[in-house]
């Protein structure tokens, strides 16, 4: 009776003593399992957390650009303002000047006597020849900040593209460009691109958007001769810039005349 007592009290205890060991290999293996996949969850968590982020900046981005051009809009209005009232004094000129050439030419021409005094009616004739002359520069004057009011305010209030592929560029001209860089335009130079930049063009895009007069006017102030620098195909070949064209910017390139 003690040795069948004994043989199934031995056996109880080999019996707990293995369960106990496959208890522990399973839980190890259980452990590591769980090590093995937590860092494969936590990555889908960790990219929805860093998309969340990415696109919170880009929220914050779009409400300062926006806020920005809000801004713009609201610094154009004076200047839109004055255009429109240089309009007016122009207009006003053109038509005063218009009925004094109405009233000359409709007057007939009579032969007055001839004067004592010469040499006074030569004076005021020289003071009414100055007198028109500084009229016909302030004309001038007027007209040409309009055209450059005119131009500034179209390329502010137009949309500007989004920037281009400037790798895709590079190819595609053969040569290592920046973006808004004037002098890949034919027929600028980098004192050209300078004299742009000091009338407050410094893109592509606000090259485009700016007059042919503007910049003849330009160039003649400046004293360049406007027969070797014509600019009249520079705002063409700056939107095609603008908005990525390259193709069509080496087509067009291609027909142009190159400046020795």
């Given at each position: ?41 936590s990555?889908p ?5 860093g998309?969340?982020?990415?696109s919170s ?15 713009r ?5 004076p ?35 001839l ?6 009616l ?16 302030t004309?001038?004057?007027q ?14 209030s ?23 860089d004037?002098t ?16 407050e063009i ?9 007059d ?12 360049r ?23 069509q910017?080496v ?10």
């Amino acid at each position: 009776m003690l040795y069948t007592l004994g043989i199934v009290f031995v056996w109880f205890v080999l019996a707990f003593v293995l369960g106990a060991l496959v208890g522990w290999f399973m839980h190890r293996v259980v452990r590591r399992s769980s090590a093995n996949r937590s860092p494969k969850a936590s990555a889908p968590l960790n990219d929805a957390s860093g998309d969340t982020a990415e696109s919170s900046v880009n929220m914050r981005a779009l409400r300062a650009e926006l806020k920005e051009l809000k801004s713009r809009v609201v610094a154009l209005e004076p200047v839109e303002f004055e255009r429109d009232r240089l309009r007016r004094e122009l207009a006003e000129l053109r038509a005063i000047r218009a009925s004094e050439l109405k009233v000359a030419v409709s007057k007939p021409i009579q032969t007055p006597p001839l004067p004592d005094n010469v040499s006074a009616l030569r004076d005021e004739r020289n003071q009414l020849r100055a007198l028109l002359g500084r009229h016909e520069a302030t004309i001038g004057i007027q007209a040409a900040t309009i055209d450059r009011l005119q131009s500034h305010v179209d390329s502010e209030s137009q949309d500007a593209p989004r920037p281009p592929d400037i790798e895709i560029g590079r190819a595609m001209l053969g040569t290592a460009i920046e973006l808004d860089d004037l002098t890949v335009v034919v027929g600028i130079d980098t004192d050209i691109a300078d004299l742009c930049r000091q009338h407050e063009i410094t893109t592509w895009w606000g090259l485009a958007n700016t007059d042919v007069r503007v910049l003849r006017g330009m160039l003649e102030a400046a004293g360049r001769s406007v027969e070797q620098h014509d600019p009249s195909s520079w705002p063409q070949q700056a939107r095609l810039l603008a908005h990525g064209s390259w193709q069509q910017f080496v087509n067009l390139t291609n027909r142009l005349p190159r400046l020795n």
